[in-house]
């Protein structure tokens, strides 16, 4: 594991505290818990950016999807 220092908000370091101490977690874990999902979640806007820039990527109306799905 690596340290790193950031800098927060007031209100923000307050909310973590609340959080921290509802959850019985410590701040670390929940600032790593966000880091986590901001970067899955930046990951995943990037491919779907990409895919939509993408003329080669095959596009099907949501009947055809819903048909795919048996839904």
């Known amino acids: 594991m690596t340290t790193i220092s950031v ?3 007031d209100k923000l370091k307050k909310a973590l505290e609340i959080i921290a101490k509802e959850t019985e977690r410590s701040k670390s874990f929940h600032v790593q818990k ?3 999902f901001y970067i899955k979640e ?3 806007f990037q ?4 895919r939509l820039k993408d ?6 109306s949501i009947s055809e999807m ?3 799905l048996e839904l």
């Open 47 to 50: 491919i779907a950016l990409d």
């Open 55 to 60: 003329s080669s990527d095959e596009i099907i």
């Open 34 to 36: 966000a880091i986590e």
């Open 66 to 68: 819903r048909e795919k």
């Open 7 to 9: 800098r927060i908000s």
């Open 42 to 44: 930046q990951a995943d």
